[in-house]
């Protein structure tokens, strides 16, 4: 369970990092958001060397939880009501994070 908060909190660095740049592009929003947005990927980078397996296989698994927590990103922030398809594309790449994660070493 440790592992898989550190995944969404990595997740939610990148995607703040990633968003708010965009709200400056896209929604024309104050060119400041491009400081915490450094600082958040920043964190991000951080955060990812804190995962306790090797890096590809971190990188690997780290994409399912980035899926999901985008998904709940785009019905938190964005409005936008996840469809049937989208929930059954988080539960196929969450069991794919955890064969990943969770195999017998």
Do not use: N
Request: hydrophobic content about 60%; aromatic content about 16%.
């Amino acid at each position: 369970m440790k592992t898989f908060l550190l995944f969404v909190v990595t997740a939610l660095a990148e995607i703040i990092g990633c968003y708010l740049p965009y709200r400056w592009l896209r929604a024309g929003a104050s060119a400041w958001l491009l400081l915490p947005a450094a600082v958040s990927l920043a964190l991000f980078a951080w955060l990812l060397t804190l995962h306790p397996t090797a890096a590809g296989r971190t990188y690997a698994a780290y994409g399912g939880v980035y899926v999901c927590v985008a998904i709940l990103w785009l019905w938190a922030v964005e409005a936008v009501r996840p469809s049937p398809w989208d929930w059954a594309g988080i539960a196929f790449t969450l069991c794919g994070m955890a064969l990943i994660m969770f195999q017998p070493r």
